[in-house]
Every structure is written in C-alpha cells, then in structure tokens.
C-alpha cells in the first residue's frame, strides 16, 4: 500500500521573531521562555522533534484551530529556536508522535469533526490512512492526547 499521508509542522516564521523580545514582552503575549531540562520532553510543533537538552524553547499559546466553526481552538505548543520546518517523507512517523498517545481528528472541508480515534505507537499509522481514507475529510489534526496539547496536521500525500 502507497503511502498516503504526510505530517506538517508550523511554519517557523511566525514563531522565530518572537526569540527576539525579552522575557517581558514575551510575558505581556502570554508566552514563557524555556530551556529543555531533559530529552525528548519538548515537543516542537516546526520541526515535529524533540529538544535537546539545554535547547531553548517557547511555550505559548497558539490558535491550531483558527476556522469559522465550532471546533476553533487554540493551546499551549512549544517551539525551538532556529530550527527548520519539518521535512517528512509520505508515511513518515517521527519518535515525536510514535512515542505519545496521540488523538486524531478528522475534520471536513466546513472544519467540523466528522470521526475521531486515540491510537498509539504503530497503530497511529494506520489510524491516520483509516481516518484519511473517508471521503468526507478533508485533514486531521494529531493532538497528545494526555495533555491535550496540538501537535501536527496530516493531510494527503
């Protein structure tokens, strides 16, 4: 079977001029300014990695969600200085997602959830192509799902 889905990450222009303002101005935005004390706890929404230790970060909060629908949402996300869009071939599960529990959820042209599902580890994989494989999505959104926090987009290949 072809694969048929890719993972996105956040654009990093959005976030990188924001390492540029000091801890007050980030405060005032609602955003807090981290260094990674330990590997693979920071997830970062561009590069769909994990920060090394010692490597700064910003938590902050960020509408993953932002259609005209019910379903508009937004939620905290840590992003990594510097660091490029991810890359990812057709197919292609990061540690970044296989390692958590991630729930899925398929959206609709009109932005509304037509199914969900919580899968883990090599399940996510094929939960995606299932979810994907409807005729009425359009996109999933990938969240962790024990803290609920955004993680990626896949769409298809």
Do not use: W
């Not at 390492?19 to 955003?31: C, M, P, Q, W, Y």
């Amino acid at each position: 079977m072809a694969d048929t889905f890719q993972l996105q990450g956040l654009d990093p222009a959005f976030f990188q001029p924001l390492f540029a303002l000091d801890d007050g101005e980030l405060r005032s935005r609602g955003i807090v300014r981290r260094f990674a004390d330990a590997a693979d706890t920071y997830p970062c929404r561009v590069s769909l990695g994990e920060a090394a230790l010692g490597e700064e970060l910003l938590l902050l909060p960020f509408e993953h969600q932002p259609a005209s629908s019910p379903y508009r949402a937004s939620g905290p996300i840590f992003v990594r200085r510097g660091v490029p869009l991810a890359d990812l071939a057709p197919g292609e599960l990061p540690p970044y997602v296989t390692k958590r529990v991630i729930s899925l959820r398929a959206y609709d042209d009109a932005h509304m959830i037509v199914d969900a599902s919580v899968a883990e580890g090599a399940d996510i994989g094929r939960e995606i192509r299932r979810l994907l494989g409807r005729a009425d999505t359009a996109y999933l959104h990938l969240h962790n799902a024990k803290r609920g926090c955004y993680s990626c987009k896949a769409v298809r290949a």
